[in-house]
Nanobody, 123 residues
Framework: QVQPVESGGGLVQPGGSLRLSCAAS????????MGWFRQAPGKEREFVAS????????TYADSVKGRFTISRDSAENTVYLQMNSLKPEDTAVYYC????????????????WGQGTQVTVSS
């Protein structure tokens, strides 16, 4: 099992960019699809993006499609989320998680979660 640890959050102005990183410990990183979720205050945790084990397929929530890009570096056991054209509604705690399921948009299918990193989009 991998254990994800997120970093890279912060405060950014609307229209700006951030890149989140998720370092996953464990020697079985390439056995897992990886996903990013986010949770805003008072709201449920929602799917943002996912990437398959070999990085060959990515999936995005409609709200971030065209603005966010997920990628992975298996040599570094790291998953990234490049976030461009950020909006105030992107403000949330962002979580990285791992799954062996092919249904990567379902948060209940993920079995290891990081502690989260705060992203705040505000002027």
């Amino acid at each position: 099992q991998v254990q994800p640890v997120e970093s890279g959050g912060g405060l950014v102005q609307p229209g700006g960019s951030l890149r989140l990183s998720c370092a996953a410990s464990g020697r079985t990183f390439t056995s897992y699809a990886m996903g990013w979720f986010r949770q805003a205050p008072g709201k449920e945790r929602e799917f943002v993006a996912s990437i398959t084990r070999n990085g060959g397929r990515t999936t995005y929530a409609d709200s971030v499609k065209g603005r966010f890009t997920i990628s992975r570096d298996s040599a570094e056991n790291t998953v990234y989320l490049q976030m461009n054209s950020l909006k105030p509604e992107d403000t949330a705690v962002y979580y990285c998680a791992s799954t062996m399921s092919i249904f990567t948009m379902v948060k209940g299918n993920y079995d290891a979660w990081g502690q989260g990193t705060q992203v705040t989009v505000s002027s």
